[in-house]
């Protein structure tokens, strides 16, 4: 590919792919849907704080543990400062999970990351790059938060105004968009993966092990919440696939739009895989314990 045309990948395709998830969400949200904020209990103040603390803890331990090269190991805590995708609300619908708990997990996460995450890549990006002696990406803090405002809180708004004055249209318009989040992150990790593809199989062996433990931490963090607080099977479940299923998406767009570099992509790439496939895994697991929950329905 040319580099014209991985630039526009990087800077409209991407961003645009992103733009249509958090626009589908806005499209099955209303304003007293935020009162979940207050009222969800429990169950939506632990997965919050098991993301926006826990799992970026979990990035830089694992990363540290794993002996990662620091490209590497900056990847994936990216990927662990990212919040919840829409994609993990449709496997747990899927699952037959709590769909609302993970919708108001998904939404609180994506909100607030706007501006954690800024503030913890102008932090992270000399802390691991640094030592090598190189040029760093280059990150403005508060032109970050705007951009990520743009793609995140701006859509997710937009569709929230079509729900309130145009209900039926914002109901099919959701239905037809509802595979979007899966196309879209096949799409965007297919594509980093071919325009990155020697970086990948270079560092297969190296990164995958510790991309799975982060991922089988992070839904562990969610099971082991879920069993401390006696939760249903259906709302551990779903703690376990909002703290495991990140927004890879959004983690890509970061390393490739943001910070234009592929070797920060190749953790993202291999992790959005590996979520997928343990996602489908525990709904397996938890699928006969739901099923004796809610009667065999």
């Known amino acids: 590919m040319t580099p014209e045309s991985i630039a526009f990948v990087n800077q409209v395709l ?26 969800g209990g429990r169950y939506v103040a632990v997965g919050f704080g098991i993301h926006l603390l826990v799992l970026p803890l979990l990035g830089l331990a694992i990363g540290l543990l794993f002996r990662l ?9 990216i990927i662990s400062i990212c919040p919840a995708g829409t994609t993990s609300n449709a496997l747990t619908f899927v699952g037959r999970g709590n769909v609302a708990l993970a919708v108001t997990l998904t939404v609180m996460t994506s909100l607030v990351t706007v501006f954690s995450i800024p503030l913890l890549l102008s932090w992270a990006i000399p802390h691991f790059l640094s030592a090598g002696g190189g040029k760093l990406p280059e990150l403005r803090v508060i032109d970050t938060m705007l951009q990520l405002a743009r793609i995140t809180i701006l859509p997710i708004a937009i569709g929230m105004v079509v729900r309130r004055f145009a209900p039926d249209l914002a109901a099919r318009t959701a239905r037809f968009l509802r595979p979007t989040s899966f ?10 993966v071919l325009v990155s593809w020697q970086m990948v199989v270079q560092n297969l062996i190296a990164a995958t092990p510790a991309i799975y433990a982060l991922n089988i931490c992070a839904m562990g ?3 082991l919440a879920g069993k401390l607080l006696g939760a249903s099977a ?10 495991g299923v990140q927004n890879a998406t959004m ?4 390393t490739m739009t943001v910070l234009n570099s592929l070797p920060l992509a190749v953790s993202q790439n291999i992790y959005g895989v590996i979520m997928l496939l343990n ?6 697991w938890f699928r006969p ?3 004796a929950e809610i009667g065999g329905a």
């Open 14 to 39: 991407v961003p645009c792919g992103l733009m249509l998830i958090m626009f589908s969400l806005g499209l099955t949200l209303t304003l007293r849907d935020f009162a979940a904020v207050f009222t």
């Open 69 to 77: 090269p620091p490209e590497l190991a900056l990847g994936l805590f």
């Open 183 to 192: 196309i879209v992150l096949l799409g965007v990790v297919g594509f980093a």
């Open 221 to 223: 963090a969610g099971l």
């Open 234 to 243: 259906r709302d551990s479940m779903t703690l376990a696939i909002e703290t």
């Open 251 to 254: 983690a890509i767009f970061l």
């Open 279 to 284: 996602a489908s895994l525990l709904i397996r």
């Open 289 to 291: 314990r739901i099923l």
